[in-house]
C-alpha cells in the first residue's frame, strides 16, 4: 500500500503546504503552516523544517517509508542546487536559502526543488487539466504573473534552472516601470493585480460609476455578471493585455493547449472564453490549428502535485 510514497512541501510567501502523495498521484496526508508570522524575521526555511518534521511526526505511519521529497519554493530557484537565487524584496532572509541541502541533512532523503510556477505546470501535466499533452503553457494569473512552459513532455529549465519567468517578458517597451527593474513587464498589465488597479482609477477620475467599496477580482466578475456594460469594456481592454502575451508565447512555443490558473481562471463566461477568442483571432492561421485555452483543474494543489512529480522524474 505504501510503495513508493513521496513527501511533497510547497513554500508560498505566506504558507508552507506539506503533503504526501503516492506515485499516482494520490494525496495521503496534508496540512499546512504559516511561514510570515513575524514578518519573516524567522526565515523560512527554518520554519518549513520544524513544520515538516512536525507533520511527519503526525503521520507517522508514512515516516519511514518516503523515498524522496520534492519541494515547491516560491521565487527564483536554482534547481540544480536547490538554492534561491532571486525573490521579491518584501520576503525577508530567503534569498539564498540552501534548500536541498539543509532538507537533505534533516531528512538524510534525496531532495528536488523547483520553482512553485514550474510545479503548478507540472502538477497539471501529470494529474491535472493538461495530463497526456506534451507541449503545454500553464500561466498562473494572480497577484502577479507566473507560469511553467512544457515542451516535448519536458519542463524548460533553462541554464540555470530559472527559465518560465512568464511575468517579466516586456510588452510594452517603455511602459511601466516593474519592481524587476525593467518596463512594460507582462504581469504590469496583465496580472489581476494590474486589473485591479486599472478598475480603482477608472472610478476616481469619474470613468466608471463606483459598485462597491472593496474592488478585488472577485467584486469585478460577481459586477459583471449583473451586465455592468462600462464595466464590460474595461475589463476587455485588460483581456487584451492578457491575450497580448499568449500570442507572443504561443508564437515562440507552439503549445498544443494552455492552461490558465489562478482564482481569476473559474470565470469561464467573462474571462476564459473572450480570452480564447482573442488569442486565437491573433495568432497565424497555422498555430492556432488543434490550439486549446482551457482552465486548471488542480487549484492549491497544483505545486504540491508537480514538486513530487518533479521528484519522482529527478530520482528514479
Known sequence: MYDEIYLGIDIGGTDVKMGIMNKNGELLASDTATVNFDMYETPILRTVKRASAAFLGKYSEYENKIKAIGVSATGQIDSRA?????????????????????????FHLPVAVANDANCAALG????????????????????????????????????????????HFSIQSGGVECTCGNRGCYERYASTTALVKMISEKQKIGELK?????????????????????????????IDYVSAGLVSLVHIFNPSLI???????????HFIEPLAAKVKARIMPAYRKDLEIRQAELKNNAGLAGAIYNCICTHN
Open 210 to 238: 463606483a459598485f462597491t467599496d472593496e474592488i478585488s477580482g472577485k467584486t469585478i466578475f460577481e459586477e459583471l455578471g449583473k451586465g455592468n456594460a462600462k464595466l464590460q469594456a474595461f475589463v476587455d481592454e485588460w
Open 82 to 106: 536547490g538554492v534561491v537565487t532571486g525573490t521579491a524584496g518584501h520576503i525577508k532572509n530567503w534569498q539564498g536559502s540552501r534548500i536541498k541541502e539543509e532538507l537533505e541533512e534533516q
Open 124 to 167: 497539471e501535466y501529470w494529474i491535472g487539466a493538461a495530463k497526456g499533452v506534451e507541449d503545454v503553457i500553464v500561466i498562473t494569473v494572480g497577484t502577479g504573473i507566473g507560469g511553467g512552459i512544457i515542451t516535448g513532455g519536458r519542463l524548460l529549465s533553462g541554464a540555470r534552472g530559472i527559465a518560465g519567468e512568464l511575468g
Open 259 to 269: 492552461i490558465i490558473s489562478g482564482g481569476v481562471s473559474m470565470q469561464k463566461e
